[in-house]
């Protein structure tokens, strides 16, 4: 009988972990230039597939958001709004 070797895909977490684990690793290590270049190379791999899921997470929230008739549920703010929709928030909340 052979053997599965299947690779459980890490979680967002667990990822992001290890590439924060990785980034440190090459700060303050004296790693020989090859091993820091393969360091390098599998972070890169690894912060393009947290990208990825990220990316498909973003595009199942923009389904979720919409209506039954194609209607948006919630209208897209910049950024800069919901910060000051933040702000006003707070400011409701230490009164």
Known sequence: ??????????????GLGQLENMAEQME????????????YES???LANQ??????VMKASM??????KNG???I???????QMSMTELQNGREEQ
């Open 28 to 39: 303050r290590s004296d790693l020989p230039l090859e091993e820091l270049m393969k360091l």
């Open 1 to 14: 009988m052979a053997s599965k070797s299947t690779k459980k895909e890490p979680t967002f977490e667990e």
């Open 75 to 81: 209208v897209q703010s910049s950024l800069a709004d």
């Open 50 to 55: 947290l990208s990825d899921k990220l990316n």
């Open 43 to 45: 972070g890169v791999q």
């Open 62 to 67: 923009e389904e979720i958001k919409q209506g």
């Open 71 to 73: 209607k948006p549920l």
